[in-house]
């Protein structure tokens, strides 16, 4: 097949302008993202107390909804709660009071608090994920960031299509140091490439499904849609409240009736995570339990109850679900990982990590192709882009290490701040990165902050041996895998930022001089 040179180079600037206005936001929702497939891990590591932590009995847990609606009456109206489990040992309640805020509670504090428990960590690393940590426009803004990476998925096709095969194990390391980065990019881009065509799509339906749902109201639905949204999202069935006081089933009762509809429809393993209950204490009680199971793509499936009787209302259970309900349990499913075996998140490690290379790899090229090679000075642009990438980038790798150390200090220092200190520190840390990128050389800077990423990242596993005692062979021998993982990630990591100092150091001494990368930068 071969293009058009016009058409190429028509295709060619859409990738490269697509891929650079995207590219920062993409480097970080790749990075934190990769880290957030063992969010179900991050808990345990960041508290030994949790880690240790025995499974609540459920008639505790019993009390605690008990608790929660006598003292509440806002939270009869609708609320939710989970089951102790493996990841969440202990059950915690939500609801929203007059005024809109979500109240959190558990067992040792039934009056409710706006923070929610254990968040920490997994928490702050979803914010980044999907909204850069920015309220409500991140999430808009990620959306945008997703369609014109689909933009720059498709281009980058046609691109490479008419020598694809010719290509596609091309790795070729020497002095041509572009040539390089390049066949890495197009490695990593091609073979990755359906994962990351179902990134693009369900990041975008993820991240704009309310905002296309506004805009197509009024035009499309005459102004309903928001009313049928609850059927089509949601299992249990709209009720009002009838507002006769009926005598509400247990936890146990609901735990109990929604495992045999699953296995009435052949779900065996079926293990309820969370409920939702509305109208509680009223005739028209609704229940709504959510549970996950093997073998399935999209494995979180939910049964509605009568809250009173038990009766099944309805179900939305893997293999027997609506057209509605199985394309968003299938799109959150892929985007997360959330299917498979153990063998599934750590290829989505890799694929976040090598997402995030994709990107960084993509502003080294657009500063290599418009070198000057014939004179030492350099255009201001290419400067300043190699800063940014610097700044940002790995900025933001540095950022995320210091988070983990924050969280080891602060939890052992003074628990109450623990989810604002990890906040501060990683922004003020990102800032601080991005802000000495800016005055010093692209070269300079891009060897300190490798190093510094490098120390730590490595002080990850130290922080957390020294104020908790779980060292990598004591968590392992203690078969906490969890937090032993964490540790070991943490090490290789910092193990490939010195690897990566070490050869930035290498080619700014040795490497071709009229570069932005050359030690020291020939003034523009």
């Known amino acids: 097949m071969k293009l058009r040179s016009a058409t190429l ?21 790749f990075y934190a993202g990769a880290i957030t497939v063992f969010h179900h891990d991050l808990p345990a590591w960041q508290s030994r107390a949790v880690a240790e932590q025995s499974m609540q ?58 923070k929610p428990p254990q968040a920490g960590l997994p928490e702050l690393l979803n914010e980044l994920h999907y909204s850069l940590g920015l309220p409500v426009v991140g999430t808009w803004l990620m959306g945008l960031v997703s369609l014109l990476y689909g933009l720059a998925l498709v281009s980058g096709v046609v691109i490479h299509l008419p020598k694809l095969l010719q290509n596609l194990f091309a790795l070729r390391p020497g002095r041509n140091l572009k040539q390089f980065w390049q066949d890495a990019h197009n490695v990593i881009g091609v073979l990755s490439l359906p994962m990351h065509v179902m990134f693009a799509i369900t990041g975008a339906l993820l991240c704009l499904l309310f905002v296309l749902m506004t805009a197509l109201n009024p035009l499309v639905y005459d102004g309903k ?59 028209n009680a609704v229940v709504e339990v959510t549970g996950e199971s093997s073998r399935s793509l999209g494995p979180l499936g939910s049964v509605a109850l009568d809250a009173n009787t038990g009766e099944v209302l309805a179900t939305q259970l893997p293999g027997r679900r609506d057209a509605n309900h199985a394309t968003l349990a299938a799109t959150y499913a892929l985007h997360f990982g959330e299917y498979g075996n153990a063998l599934v998140p750590w290829l989505y490690f890799v694929l976040g990590v090598g997402g995030a290379f994709l990107f960084y790899s993509g502003n080294l ?43 080891q200090a602060f939890e052992a220092l003074a628990p109450a701040h623990v989810d604002a200190g990890i906040r501060w520190t990683c922004f003020v840390a990102w800032a601080t990165c991005a802000a000495w990128a800016a005055v010093r050389t692209p070269a300079r800077a891009a060897r300190e902050l490798l190093w510094l990423a490098a120390a730590v ?56 001089p009229n570069s932005v990368w050359a030690d020291p930068l020939p003034a523009p």
Not at 10 to 27: E, K, N, R
Not at 62 to 83: I, K, S
């Open 457 to 512: 990242t490595f002080a990850i596993p130290v922080a957390h041996g020294l104020a908790t005692g779980m060292w990598p062979w004591t968590s392992a021998v203690a078969g906490h895998w969890g937090p032993f993982w964490v540790d070991a990630v943490a090490l290789a990591m910092a193990f490939a930022f010195a690897r990566l100092a070490r050869a930035s150091a290498r080619r700014a001494r040795e490497g071709e």
């Open 57 to 114: 009995p459920l008639d505790e847990t019993q009390q605690l909804l008990d608790g929660v609606l006598q003292r509440h009456p806002e939270a009869r109206v609708h609320m939710g709660m989970l089951f102790p489990g493996p990841e969440w040992p202990q059950s915690s309640a939500y609801w929203q009071d007059a005024s809109g805020t979500w109240l959190y509670a558990t067992i040792d504090d039934l009056d409710g608090n706006p």
């Open 365 to 407: 090229l657009w500063i290599e192709s418009r070198r000057k090679r014939r004179q030492q000075a350099q255009g201001r642009a290419q400067v300043n882009m190699a800063r940014a990438t610097v700044g940002i980038c790995i900025g933001f790798c540095v950022a995320v290490s210091a988070a983990f150390v924050a969280a």
């Open 9 to 29: 180079r028509t295709f060619t600037t859409v990738h490269t302008w697509t891929g650079l206005v995207a590219g920062f936001a993409l480097f970080v929702a």
């Open 225 to 283: 849609l928001m009313a049928a949204v609850p059927a089509a999202m949601d299992t249990a069935p709209v009720r009002a409240a009838a507002g006769v006081e009926t005598p509400a089933g247990s936890l146990a009762m609901w735990r109990e009736r929604s495992i045999e509809a699953a296995r009435a429809q052949g779900i065996d393993d079926f293990e309820p995570s969370y409920l939702k209950l509305a109208n509680a204490g009223d005739r």
